[in-house]
């Protein structure tokens, strides 16, 4: 069984950890109550209600993202920023505090990478693992019926 899959938000690539459901960029924008329900129905091993919740995650992440595209459908972008930090604020980038890194829309990924120079590293941009936010899953199609809990 492979260690990651993509975010469950069908419009995204993001690979993540197979114990996530979706990338830290898209499960934020899942409001805190459904965030819990997804976590209680995943813990109790509630397939149906589990299935209805990421399907409702994935309509208010879509609403949030036509509301919001610069704010939602970003990457982020790390390492040597500060020298083209100027260019990366022209591409639409801004600056994250909490993530040590550039949000920059999806569409710029390329560009930005090529600015900060790791186009050819892309080890180098993976997503941080946002522990407040992240429940475990073990979400694949094949093992649903054996997801739980991991390292909690
Ligand atoms: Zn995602």
């Keep these: 069984m492979p260690d990651t899959h993509e975010c469950l938000m069908t419009t995204c690539t993001a690979q993540i950890s197979k114990h996530l459901a979706f990338c830290p960029a898209h499960w934020r924008l899942v409001p805190r109550d ?4 997804i976590y209680e129905t995943h813990r109790l091993n509630d397939r149906q209600s589990w299935y209805n919740a990421i399907a409702r995650a994935r309509t208010i992440i879509a609403e949030q993202e036509r509301n919001s595209p610069q ?3 970003t990457v982020l972008i790390t390492g040597d920023t500060y020298p083209v930090k100027d260019q990366l604020k022209a591409l639409g980038g801004v600056w994250s505090p909490a ?3 550039w949000r920059v829309p999806k569409a710029q990924e390329l560009a930005a990478k090529v600015l900060v120079g790791n186009a050819d590293n892309p080890g180098a941009l993976q997503l941080p693992f946002d522990d407040e936010y992240a429940p475990a899953y073990d979400e694949t199609a094949e093992t649903i019926g054996d997801r739980r809990r991991i390292g909690r």
């Design 34 to 37: 459904l965030q819990t329900e």
């Design 71 to 73: 704010a939602a459908a």
């Design 99 to 101: 993530e040590k890194g």
